[in-house]
């Protein structure tokens, strides 16, 4: 079984090299893939020195964009599982196994972490985002996803062929989830830490709940035009 992990990233540097250590430490088997988008730091060089394949976008053109990246080289190196991680150190390697036992456990196509068990440590705009944002892509997916705005998952390669986005930024993860639960993926969910630290969020809170929102009107319409 070929396991790889997708981390995203963006002026990097300073996380990622222990983030990258600790997974090859905990699954030394695992390929690590960062995708480098556009930054300008010293992401990518960090990225090789700690033993990642490393893809760069020239320019910077959203998480979205690199996590299909990410997707399409899965796809075409023949990964079995995809673990998605945010390149700050907020998903913990640690954790990686809870997902694998899910998906075996419940023979799940995708599985989410979940933070909504444990909301002590996070700021509470973000919590009654995430809660209003989840019934929104719980209600378009059509299964109960508690934490959809969580980056920390778990895909089973094969059911990203043929994954037909409109999307490159944040919207995407709600995005994938909506379709590929369309398509008929099977997704659950396993509880996972909040992590803050000194990281900066590169989430835009007015742009990016726009594209939210034009998402959900663009999934609903899609849906009723399925319909007819």
């Known amino acids: 079984m070929l396991v790889g992990v997708i981390i995203p990233a963006l002026n990097a540097a300073p996380f990622l090299g222990a983030l990258l250590d600790e997974?090859?430490?905990?699954?030394?088997?695992?390929?690590?893939?960062?995708?480098?988008?556009?930054?300008?730091?010293?992401?990518?060089?960090?990225?090789?020195?700690?033993?990642?394949?490393?893809?760069?976008?020239?320019?910077?053109?959203?998480?979205?964009?690199?996590?299909?990246?990410?997707?399409?080289?899965?796809?075409?190196?023949?990964?079995?599982?995809?673990?998605?991680?945010?390149?700050?150190?907020?998903?913990?390697?640690?954790?990686?196994?809870?997902?694998?036992?899910?998906?075996?456990?419940?023979?799940?196509?995708?599985?989410?972490?979940?933070?909504?068990e444990a909301t002590g440590e996070m700021p509470w705009i973000r919590k009654v985002t995430n809660v209003f944002t989840s019934r929104v892509v719980s209600g378009l997916a059509g299964c109960r996803i508690p934490d959809s705005q969580n980056g920390y998952r778990l895909f089973r390669v094969p059911i990203l062929a043929g994954l037909k986005t409109t999307t490159t930024n944040y919207d995407f993860e709600s995005e994938v989830l909506v379709k590929l639960a369309r398509a008929g993926a099977r997704i659950g969910s396993t509880p996972t830490a909040t992590v803050y630290g000194e990281e900066i969020s590169a989430i835009h809170p007015m742009r990016d709940t726009a594209r939210f929102f034009r998402l959900v009107r663009r999934l609903k319409r899609e849906a009723r035009e399925e319909t007819r």
């Open 23 to 116: 997974i090859q430490e905990r699954h030394p088997d695992a390929v690590q893939l960062v995708v480098d988008d556009g930054s300008t730091d010293t992401t990518a060089e960090v990225a090789r020195i700690h033993g990642a394949e490393v893809a760069v976008h020239e320019v910077n053109r959203g998480k979205g964009a690199a996590l299909m990246t990410g997707f399409q080289h899965a796809l075409a190196h023949d990964w079995d599982w995809a673990f998605t991680m945010d390149a700050d150190g907020q998903h913990l390697p640690a954790e990686m196994q809870s997902f694998l036992d899910a998906a075996r456990r419940d023979n799940l196509d995708i599985v989410v972490g979940d933070r909504m």
